[in-house]
């Protein structure tokens, strides 16, 4: 569980909190990808976001950029985001990992337990009543360690004070296009639920 309660907090102090995390994320050293990073990629989106998305790891353009989701994948999740009318600046992005691993391989566990505070610290700043895992792998991280993204995707649970989903990582769609449709669907469920807040 990344946290048990929502604090109540304005706006302008989540800002000035998330500010102060991303100053301190930026500096970690917590594990080896600290010293291979170009840059940290903390978190982009609306302090006071509702819904909270969270990948597994920054690719090369998050590495080079700092922000979350700017490449290929990011631009797909852009249109999903586009296509059932929820805007990119009302949401926060994040992913597990600050860090790009090298050659974009999966997250070890050491890196996952080394990179969990600015998370959680992310999570209970926002405090959104909605996160969405991108991927399989943010899915067993903060879901369940037996999560099956091909069965599982786009179905609800609540777990603590949040209600968590999960869908296809939108690179897993540009591998895999059949899944697309699948995606859709997830998102309209999402967007509808997210309208019920």
């Not at 109540?8 to 010293?35: H, T």
């Not at 700092?66 to 949401?91: N, S």
């Not at 050491?110 to 959680?120: H, I, P, Q, S, T």
């Amino acid at each position: 569980m990344i946290v048990e309660e929502r604090e109540n907090k304005a706006p302008e102090d989540a800002a000035a909190g998330l500010e102060a995390l991303r100053a301190g994320c930026a500096k970690c050293e917590r594990c080896p990808l600290g010293a291979t990073r170009t840059k940290s990629v903390f978190g982009t989106g609306s302090p006071s976001a509702k819904l909270m998305f969270v990948g597994e790891a920054p690719g090369e353009q998050e590495d080079l950029s700092g922000t979350p989701f700017v490449g290929r994948a990011g631009q797909l999740l852009d249109m999903y985001l586009y296509a059932v009318d929820i805007k990119r600046e009302d949401v926060y992005i994040a992913n597990i990992l600050k860090c790009r691993p090298p050659k974009n391989r999966d997250p070890l566990p050491a890196e996952e337990d080394a990179c969990m505070d600015w998370l959680r610290g992310q999570v209970k700043l926002i405090r959104p009543k909605i996160i969405v895992c991108l991927g399989r792998i943010a899915a067993m991280r903060l879901i369940s360690p037996d999560y099956r993204i091909s069965q599982q995707h786009g179905q609800w649970i609540e777990k603590g004070a949040f209600l968590m989903t999960a869908v296809f990582h939108p690179a897993a769609l540009l591998r895999d296009p059949r899944k697309k449709a699948d995606m859709m669907e997830d998102m309209k469920k999402i967007a509808a639920k997210l309208a019920e807040e």
